[in-house]
């Protein structure tokens, strides 16, 4: 019989006397490490277990090793991301560094705006100054960007991560005073503490709110961030009430607060009222995109490109040194030097990375210079000369009718009753190329084209006109009815030769 040694715990061991002397114990370590590595799927070849042999030299083999040697393969199994997973997780990051405007590291070429105003914020969250600036550039510019940058930034530090408190309000969205206060009290969780009370003004409602995050003396006071996006927005507010007391708190010695307001005006101080101005530091950052191609190829590699810390190492060096042979490719360069040249906003390459990034798949795993040429055709495809693909042949002598009199007039407006003289001049010519239609037929034609938003009415609703005597104007230049003209399929050709003859 053998003999056991029964521990306190659950785990049985085979005692070291009874393995050496008995040959059974040693097939029963090498039993039990089989059956283990079986329920998980493992093979003790897999990672380096050699089963001992009757009165051989490896009886050394103890069960502790061989199950942490089959723990650990089974980790490695389950870190080890497949194919499929790897691209779906790159999509995944890269989408949302597109989406959010979020970048793997500081904003480019825009690096002493990016000091100044980490200075400007460090003395609020740090020291408990009070700062106000505007940050003024173009749409796109990277104005929200670069601020999300600091921000991160700066709440890395963790006493500024635990005191410093944010109030993001948009001009789009608050309209009002009212409901920017709301918005105010919403965000700093005041709202059990404000209850039912009610305030005389304003500034007595927006002071109790900042007497309410106080936990002392100004020392101790939290700063309170508070972002304007569309700035220029709140200046048309009712007083500039919002303004003035934001202002007026960043002057005076009371709690720490920072008004940041991001606008694409560079006029926007005239809008400021003489009491508002005055309460403002006049500090400005200008964000302007004055980098050059070379530096806008970086960029494009930057955003496409996985962070060293990616799941799969491997995965991520191969999309990375893909990513590189892309920015060293002549036509990937011939569609990036149009981009730039039309615009040199973030927002438009994000949307080319965008769609190129979308046509990866399983079967297509990388992004291909013929991915690029796709994503800028759908980014500069004319909407308006796509909405002329679908209409019917009538619709299209309608438009043609009216090319006509516009080159005729001189670009002046005109009325259903001159294009449909227009159109039936072309019928008595070409009649059996084109169907001569009734009147009301051709007038639901006509306010087809009006529904589209292919051409707009010179009057207003008030002023009661007969429709087929109401001035309109027509939206589409040459080039765009030409360009779709060729691609329009079945277009007869009579058309198509009325389209290009002079006048009619």
């Known amino acids: 019989m053998l003999k056991r040694v029964h521990p306190q715990n659950k785990d049985e061991r085979w005692s070291q006397e009874d393995k050496v002397q008995n040959a059974p114990g040693v097939e029963g370590v090498s039993r039990h490490a089989r059956r283990g590595s079986r329920k998980l799927g493992v093979k003790l070849e897999d990672v380096g277990v050699d089963c001992p042999e009757v009165g051989g030299e490896s009886l050394k083999l103890e069960r502790g090793t061989v199950w942490a040697k089959i723990m650990s393969k ?10 499929g997973e790897c691209i779906s997780q790159a999509q995944r990051m890269l989408r949302e560094r597109f989406c959010h405007q979020k970048i793997p590291g500081k904003p480019f070429g825009v690096e002493s705006q990016h000091k100044h105003l980490l200075e400007l914020l460090k003395r609020t969250a740090v020291h408990g100054e009070s700062n106000s600036v505007l940050i003024v550039g173009p749409r796109g510019a990277g104005k929200t960007m670069l601020l999300n940058c600091v921000l991160n930034e700066l709440l890395e530090v963790k006493h500024v991560q635990e005191n ?8 789009l969205l608050q309209t009002d005073d009212r409901i920017a206060l709301k918005e105010i009290t919403r965000q700093l969780h005041l709202e059990n503490v404000v209850g039912d009370k009610v305030f005389g003004s304003f500034a007595e409602n927006l002071a109790f709110l900042l007497e309410a995050l106080k936990k002392g003396d100004r020392s101790s006071s939290r700063p309170v961030v508070f972002i304007l996006d569309e700035f220029d927005l709140f200046a048309h507010h009712k007083n500039q009430t919002l303004l003035y007391n934001l202002f007026d708190v960043s002057q005076s010695a ?6 940041i307001g991001l606008t694409c005006r560079l006029d926007v101080l005239e809008l400021l009222e003489k009491r508002v101005k005055s309460r403002f530091s006049h500090r400005q950052i200008h964000l302007l995109s004055s980098f050059r191609f070379k530096q806008y190829l970086e960029i494009f590699k930057m955003q496409l490109s996985l962070p060293e810390d990616f799941t799969d190492r491997r995965f991520a060096e ?6 590189k042979s892309l920015c060293e490719d002549r036509s990937v ?7 730039f040249c039309s615009s040199k ?37 004319d909407s308006k000369a796509n909405i002329l693909h679908g209409l019917s042949v009538l619709e299209l002598c309608l438009i043609i009718a009216m090319k006509h009199l516009s080159d005729i007039y001189d670009g002046e407006p005109f009325n259903f009753q001159m294009v449909h003289n227009e159109f039936q001049k072309f019928i008595q010519r070409k009649s059996h190329s084109v169907h001569n239609f009734e009147k009301p037929v051709v007038i639901k034609a006509f306010e087809h084209l009006h529904q589209l938003e292919l051409i707009k009415p010179m009057e207003g609703p008030s002023v009661r006109t007969q429709k087929e005597y109401q001035l309109v104007k027509l939206l589409l230049d040459n080039s765009q009815i030409m360009d779709a003209l060729q691609k329009y399929p079945q277009c ?3 058309v198509k030769q009325w389209a290009a003859s002079a006048f009619g």
């Open 74 to 83: 089974r980790k490695s199994k389950e870190n080890c991301l497949t194919h």
């Open 345 to 381: 906003d973030f927002r438009s390459l994000h949307m080319l990375l965008m769609l190129a990034l979308s046509r990866v798949t399983v079967s297509h795993p990388a992004i291909k210079p013929t991915d690029l040429l796709e994503a800028s055709r759908l980014c500069t495809m």
């Open 333 to 339: 360069e011939d569609v990036l030097q149009k981009h």
């Open 318 to 323: 191969e999309w990375n040194q893909n990513i």
């Open 164 to 171: 410093v408190l944010q109030v993001q309000l948009n001009g």
């Open 492 to 494: 007869p050709t009579d």
């Open 254 to 259: 009371q709690t720490p607060v920072a008004v």
